[in-house]
């Protein structure tokens, strides 16, 4: 079968519906088995986190259209359905007919002829009731499954949130994030950053947050292939993800422990800064992580970052002047930017991610030199994973204190406790926590 787009996209769908991995570990695993031209690989990449993204929206129009409870449907019917719905109603590129017919035709080759007959009757139903009751997509949006939310996020958030607020987190959700890169001050001024990027048609802003970082406007396809990033001058990052070393404020010449550290973003920029007499010591669970964190120090040239493989819950670590724990989380504050962190995640995963984090603050924590200073991070935007385990560690250790607030930071990054904390719908960035710990 020729491997146009959408059967690409269907298969990574069903692939990621069907085993619950992460969607971009099987979207790079279908790639790596297959001779798509690059454009391809794009489409089929901003094809699947949409609909990823949207999932529980086009399941929503699905079911009102064909009368029939997703789940009924098979996987794979249900992806080219998926696919469909959001070319026909949400991407106004494509062609109705185009849409419609392909999925058809896709139907029946990965299904047979009366999955086919189904997936026509639907679609074409799907037109008339457009064309008929121009109003019927805001009749369905009053409904929580327009939301595209698990239930018990949305549960939780409906009791922490004013409803304006609310709704504007879950419309950020539900929105591509905006795409920035960092750039290192110590080897290239801004202004060459922002010339050289224009020049590979990538247009950026600068903004008044971080001033080593920019939002990219327009080309962020072409990243990856300039000079400036192979070079490892830029790298893609989000801000809220550099507010969280600005916290720790790395000096020159510090020995920083990066427990939980791949794929090292944050391990590279305190690199930088901790300059050529300083060390980064990062590691994490993962073998595959750590490669990945050790090729992108490759690419900065950058000897002052020593990778391991380590449990950080249990292993014996070096002493440290400052300690990063970026810990695992529900994830909560980057399901726009990871749209599948909302459908793998289950309530239940909230007491297993805070015993872990827990564990893994309670053993840095000793290897961390006196008057030395830690910082705890997520990216959950829930109270249980962040302040509440910081809260519960300083009442059990009297040797620790909050160390409230950071002059690095814009004011409104700040909470009330003096921790950083962002949200996507305020700030236009990831959703992230952060709380600086000093040891007395």
């Known amino acids: 079968m020729v491997q146009d787009y959408r059967y690409a996209s269907v298969e990574i769908l069903f692939q990621f519906e069907s085993k619950n991995l992460r969607l971009h570990s099987v979207r790079n695993y279908y790639f790596s088995d297959s001779s798509l031209a690059p454009s391809k690989k794009l489409r089929i990449t901003a094809l699947t986190n949409h609909i990823t993204r949207l999932r529980g929206r086009l399941d929503h129009i699905i079911e009102h259209v064909s009368g029939r409870k997703i789940k009924q449907m098979d996987v794979r019917l249900r992806c080219i359905l998926r696919v469909a719905v959001f070319e026909t109603i949400f991407d106004e590129t494509i062609p109705e007919y185009a849409a419609v017919n392909s999925a058809v035709d896709l139907t029946g080759k990965l299904l047979n ?163 050529k007499n300083g060390k980064i010591l990062a590691s994490d669970i993962d073998p595959e992580r750590v490669k990945m964190g050790q090729k992108d120090t490759g690419r900065h040239g950058l000897r002052n970052i020593d990778w391991s493989v380590r449990d950080a819950r249990t292993d014996i670590f070096q002493n440290a002047d400052k300690i990063l724990i970026d810990a695992p989380c529900t994830g909560t504050g980057v399901m726009a930017r990871k749209p599948d962190i909302r459908w793998r995640r289950k309530k239940e995963d909230m007491d297993r991610f805070v015993k872990l984090q827990s564990d893994l603050l309670h053993h840095a924590a000793n290897y961390l030199n006196p008057s030395g200073e830690l910082v705890y991070a997520t990216c959950s935007l829930e109270p249980e994973e962040n302040w509440s385990v910081v809260e519960r560690f300083l009442n059990l250790n009297a040797d620790f204190m909050l160390v409230p607030g950071c002059s690095h930071l814009p004011k409104t990054w700040i909470n009330e406790r003096g921790c950083l904390q962002t949200f996507p719908h305020l700030h236009g960035v990831d959703g992230m926590f952060a709380a600086k710990i000093k040891k007395i």
């Not at 805001?138 to 607020?165: A, C, Q, V, Y």
């Not at 830029?234 to 000096?251: F, R």
Request: net charge positive; charged share 25%.
């Open 113 to 275: 002829r009366k999955a086919a007959g189904f997936t026509n009757a639907v679609l074409r139903k799907m037109l008339r009731l457009s064309r008929s009751e121009p109003g019927w997509l805001k009749l369905l949006s009053r409904n929580n499954k327009w939301h595209s939310m698990p239930g018990w996020i949305l549960r939780r958030w409906t009791k922490r949130f004013k409803p304006e607020d609310l709704e504007n987190l879950i419309t950020a959700m539900n929105e591509s994030s905006p795409i920035h890169i960092r750039f290192n001050p110590k080897r290239i001024d801004i202004d060459d950053v922002v010339t050289g990027l224009k020049n590979d048609k990538i247009e950026t802003e600068i903004l008044n947050t971080i001033n080593y970082f920019l939002k990219i406007d327009t080309g962020a396809a072409r990243i990856l292939s300039t000079e400036l990033f192979q070079e490892g001058l830029i790298s893609i990052q989000d801000p809220a993800a550099g507010a969280v070393v600005e916290l720790l404020n790395p000096v020159e010449g510090e020995i920083i422990l990066d427990v939980c550290a791949a794929p090292g973003t944050k391990s590279l920029l305190m690199a930088e800064k901790s300059g």
